[in-house]
């Protein structure tokens, strides 16, 4: 009678020892082919040149190429909704994870994803500069020039942003609010969409990331303000939002999470690697081209403050009521 016993208590230690060593040999062959990593902006953004460099870095460390792919759309949340949606949670597709994809959900009638529930959550890694810059040759010198200008003429002042309900939109919106201004906001796929349409004079400013800073340093393009909490060590006679008399400051971070249900062990390997390339001197090269911020979070920090940062968003988009389609 006990022989059966006993041979299904070793065959129930076996598959328990099994299911422990799963991660771990699932750790061991990963990865054994390329890694795709979304980045839902155009080509040629701050963002995009800062995950390129993670791709080239991790691609190196693992053995594997990661391969960037560009998809936009949708204010930056078609990307990362792709891979929520159609993704394995095998380590082999991810996709850069930023505000806008916490914030969208709640300004639809009924939220198409979970943004805590329907990613894992890997590594946090910087910001953005964000700012506001016009034509070189604009009628607005000053920040306090253009809100001159849009007090006597509501709605007809113009500005770019990489889309509806991202971070720069809503720091516009509160701008407008605390001004009780009316400006008419045109967004676009990206930064750097955003930058040619002031350039060829379609849109008076841009308020955005600084894929603008360039066309700045080179007298195209006037930067009026810098949403930072400091000035930017390229632009020192820019002022900041706190400095213009707005209790602000607007980084935006972001990382890169995947699809959920993603082993812990393929996490792990991911978490590790990702982070040699964030500090390594190549990246913090090219954060620094952008002005961008060193925002690191492990992975239990950033699952945190993603949950945290959903809640905040999720009021921020109720006491503005912003909506997708208002």
């Known amino acids: 009678m006990t022989k059966p016993f006993l041979a299904s208590r070793r065959g129930l230690l076996a598959a328990t020892g099994a299911a422990l060593a799963a991660p771990a040999l699932a750790q061991a062959r990963y990865p054994d082919r390329p890694i795709q990593l979304v980045v839902p902006w155009p080509a040629g953004g701050s963002a995009d040149a800062q995950l390129r460099s993670i791709a080239e870095l991790v691609g190196k460390a693992l053995?594997?190429?990661?391969?960037?792919q560009n998809r936009p759309g949708a204010g930056g949340t078609l990307g990362p909704l792709t891979?929520?949606?159609?993704?394995?949670?095998?380590?082999y597709t991810l996709t850069q994870m930023?505000?806008?994809?916490?914030?969208r959900p709640w300004m639809m009638r009924t939220p198409g994803w979970d943004p805590v529930g329907d990613f894992t959550h890997i590594i946090g890694m910087t910001g953005w500069l964000f700012g506001t810059a016009v034509k070189a040759d604009s009628q607005h010198k000053t920040w306090q020039?253009?809100?001159a200008y849009a007090r006597a003429n509501p709605g007809k002042l113009t500005y770019s942003t990489s889309g509806i309900g991202t971070t720069n939109h809503l720091a516009m919106e509160s701008i407008q609010e605390i001004e009780k201004l009316s400006l008419t906001h045109v967004p676009f796929r990206g930064a750097n969409e955003g930058v040619t349409a002031v350039l060829s004079g379609q849109v008076d400013m841009i308020c955005d990331a600084s894929t603008w800073a360039p066309?700045?340093?080179a007298g195209q393009l006037r930067a009026l303000a810098v949403w930072s909490a400091e000035r930017a060590p390229r632009f020192p006679a820019v002022p900041t939002l706190k400095e213009l008399g707005y209790d602000m400051?607007?980084?935006?971070p972001y990382g890169v999470s995947g699809p959920k249900a993603m082993d812990p062990g393929i996490v792990h390997v991911l978490h590790d690697a990702m982070k040699e390339a964030l500090f390594s001197t190549e990246n913090t090269t090219i954060r620094g081209r952008f002005d961008m911020p060193l925002v690191y979070h492990d992975t239990e920090s950033y699952r945190r403050f993603i949950l945290e940062r959903v809640e905040y968003e999720k009021a921020m988009v109720r006491r503005l009521g912003l909506t997708l389609d208002g």
């Open 145 to 147: 020039d253009l809100l």
């Open 249 to 252: 400051v607007v980084a935006s």
């Open 98 to 103: 930023h505000l806008s994809v916490l914030r």
């Open 63 to 68: 053995g594997q190429p990661m391969v960037v």
């Open 83 to 91: 891979v929520a949606q159609q993704a394995r949670p095998d380590g």
């Open 215 to 217: 066309n700045v340093e």
